[in-house]
């Protein structure tokens, strides 16, 4: 007999049929035992005789085979998706045992370190699967919006030669006994596609040794980054990045409801978002504050809140572009506002209080690359590469690159990005925990290959 | 004016347009002046006087606005996809200008490593885009394929805490002075995550210290990774990877028959793929050239050369299923054949000479993993958070992976797999050559961070 899915047993009512699943909850009474049984399309409730049922305990994997029946009662907010019938089962084979849980999987009331340390039991859980069907459907969305508008995907390399933008938080690599480092951004390679596709996308993946612990870094995460030649002005990028966030907004919308009633959470309308410069955000800040950041050449996180306030206030927005942030706290491509050049062509989107994406017009002349790259303290040699594109000619250009954990964080109103990460990496942990797998020294060195 | 693509230019003979591109090509005939314009969608014929043309050569970037005519005699065999429409300039203006080429970029006849050495602009040759093109295809048809036989795509993390599978082909990273790895594969977190989706695949990335450079492997490649439970026999996980494959072939043909007319291939019949056992396949190789390598536990090149032969002599199939490998040549949770357990349930699935799958069942209870990790010499502590998926239920499951640039390789006849990747990566090159970078020392230390 072929295994039906939970999904389909609607339409077996009266007929014989095997399903298969783990035990999501066992209840007993009296010399009756109700499973509910959950494969990857829902959940169903089984009935049978106590003695079929000797002891299988949450998790088990069950193949059952019995007759499919319509329910007495149609249960009313009930977990299962299928409460119009239920299974009465004639044969029970355990496919796999499991141990007695650590904790109570369905009403899920644990420590972040918790979470984590079981990550391959608590992902079973219904509301954190539903974090990660949210972000496979982004992904998707992502995709599609972008294909649509004449862009192609490509994979961009993660071992990269040189820790060419600058900063710190850079891990190293021993490559065949030479230096070599992880990706932290797939911009160089985006930019060198420009020229031979126009318009390219990416679902990157990005690393950040980041030296402290908090609620919105992750040590590797997920950055949907595209780049755009032919710009007419750099507001043309900006469109775009408000296309992709509308349509992948509209199809989460669309396709997973039922995850985001399981969060409790509701998506913003998909307004018009608001353009409005670094400087007068900073002045707004200010009068509604009287916290003044006016000098600043960013926005501290509790100005990136306040901000968005007064969008949602003024224009009844969850989403908020800033723009024209100065010239020395972007990476050296970034394009200088011709009339203004201490300030430049990029922006952040900002959602219920926190940045979500970068972007901006790029420089696409290589002398003024080459200007830059020297201001900016970087080694000429290590851009050889990358300048090419730019000496065989490579148009006007620009781009932007989304966080997709943090996009996630912010629509469930997740406390920590760790939980919208499959299998998060911090300083701390791989995995387990790395205090449990390996003393820590300041003397360790890398083995090297012989 | 908007600017229109190449390829919407046959809808506007007789109107003024504007389009942008690249110069793939310039001739002079008596005053006249012809370019071949490159966009994202196509080549197309720009005619002007020669004043309108002054200095403009090859790869640069152009802003062409002028009356599309309909020319007056078609262009058969042309390079052109555009070939009943050019369009007359009235007004050029020049976007980016580009350095002499070193090479010609229509007809490039150059080395392997010039070839990637120039990579941002080899890349932007017709026939060297083809192979770019197919494979963002591959890896759609691939999501497709599965999405459509209820499989979740899912990101596997690539710092890995632990070497776990053994193997000396590993990258080490410095993780905040602690040791860890880049991914070898995404093996144990597909299998983790049976537990949660019961059918699930990625498009991951995997690096291998590879020590030596063949014209076969990548430090880092692409690896279409595929798991799934419940099934009901070995062979399952064959019919779905025989699907898949069948699946990317079949849309190739469809979406991508201009790219493989440019390298001058095509594809395989999709018939019933030939399966046979590893051992029978030593015999028939003896058989039909008297090496003996009967006693080998696995098939050499020059073996897997030929049973193809005999795969496509006998069965008139250019792909073949090798299946029961040995025990000891397969990774530790290769489910043992229970007939005879010195061999597995596995398969590899070779084409046109070369292994481009591997795949089979999985042991799913935890005692005897952890029986094979102590015999395969592996830490049971580095297994802890893998094992808890069998501790706490998992079904009888099993996957397979497909090397995503060998497969290219073969089905455009590449000499080399580099040529199938975008930024190859080796033991002598990240882009450039390192030994450009920095010289090679076997006193090499990574550098810690404070």
């Known amino acids: 007999m072929q295994r039906i899915l939970n999904l389909e047993t609607k339409k077996h009512i009266g007929k014989k049929v095997k399903i298969s699943g783990w035990v999501n909850s066992r209840r007993d009474h009296g010399g009756i035992v109700f499973f509910d049984l959950r494969d990857r399309t829902g959940i169903l409730q089984v009935v049978c005789q106590e003695k079929?049922?000797?002891?299988?305990?949450?998790?088990?994997?069950?193949?059952?085979?019995?007759?499919?029946?319509k329910r007495p009662i149609k249960m009313v907010n009930s977990e299962l998706e299928t409460g119009e019938v239920e299974l009465k089962a004639e044969n029970i084979k355990i496919l796999a045992q499991a141990e007695t849980l650590p904790f109570d999987l369905r009403d899920l009331n644990v420590s972040l370190p918790t979470l984590l340390d079981f990550r391959p039991l608590t992902?079973?859980?219904?509301?954190?699967?539903?974090?990660?069907?949210i972000q496979g459907q982004m992904i998707s969305s992502f995709r599609k919006s972008l294909k649509e508008s004449g862009f192609t995907e490509f994979e961009s390399p993660l071992i990269v030669p040189s820790n060419a933008e600058g900063g710190a938080e850079v891990f190293h690599i021993d490559y065949y006994g030479r230096h070599a480092y992880l990706s932290q951004s797939p911009q160089l390679y985006k930019q060198i596609l420009v020229g031979v596709f126009e318009r390219v996308f990416t679902v990157a993946r990005v690393f950040r040794a980041e030296p402290s612990i908090t609620t919105r870094h992750l040590s590797e995460y997920i950055s949907l980054d595209a780049e755009m030649g032919f710009i007419e002005s750099w507001e043309d990028v900006m469109d775009v990045c408000e296309n992709v966030i509308k349509d992948i907004f509209s199809d989460l919308k669309k396709s997973c409801s039922k995850e985001l009633r399981i969060h409790e959470t509701s998506l913003p309308e998909t307004r018009k978002i608001p353009r409005i410069k670094m400087r007068e955000a900073q002045e707004i800040i200010f009068q509604r504050t009287k916290r003044d950041n006016r000098k600043e050449p960013d926005l501290e996180p509790e100005d990136e809140k306040e901000i968005c306030s007064w969008a949602k206030e003024k224009h009844g927005s969850e989403l908020i572009f800033i723009t024209h942030y100065p010239a020395k706290k972007r990476p050296f491509y970034t394009y200088p506002d011709p009339q203004d050049p201490d300030y430049t062509l990029s922006f952040d989107l900002l959602f219920r209080g926190?940045?979500?994406?970068?972007?901006?017009?790029?420089?696409?002349?290589?002398?003024?690359?080459?200007?830059?790259?020297?201001?900016?303290k970087n080694q000429p040699k290590d851009f050889q590469f990358y300048l090419q594109a730019f000496k065989y000619g490579l148009p006007t250009e620009g781009g932007f690159a989304m966080g997709l954990e943090r996009i996630i964080k912010q629509i469930l109103g997740l406390g920590n990005v760790r939980e919208a990460s499959l299998f998060p990496r911090d300083m701390e942990r791989i995995d387990q925990r790395l205090s449990l797998?390996?003393?820590?020294?300041?003397?360790t060195k890398l083995k090297k290959k012989k």
Chains 1, 2 share one sequence.
């Open 123 to 133: 992902l079973r859980n219904k509301k954190i699967q539903a974090i990660f069907k």
């Open 52 to 69: 079929l049922a000797q002891g299988i305990k949450d998790e088990y994997v069950l193949e059952i085979e019995g007759e499919m029946q």
């Open 437 to 443: 797998l390996q003393p820590k020294s300041k003397k």
């Open 354 to 376: 926190l940045e979500i994406v970068t972007g901006g017009q790029r420089i696409n002349q290589e002398e003024e690359l080459l200007k830059n790259i020297k201001k900016w």
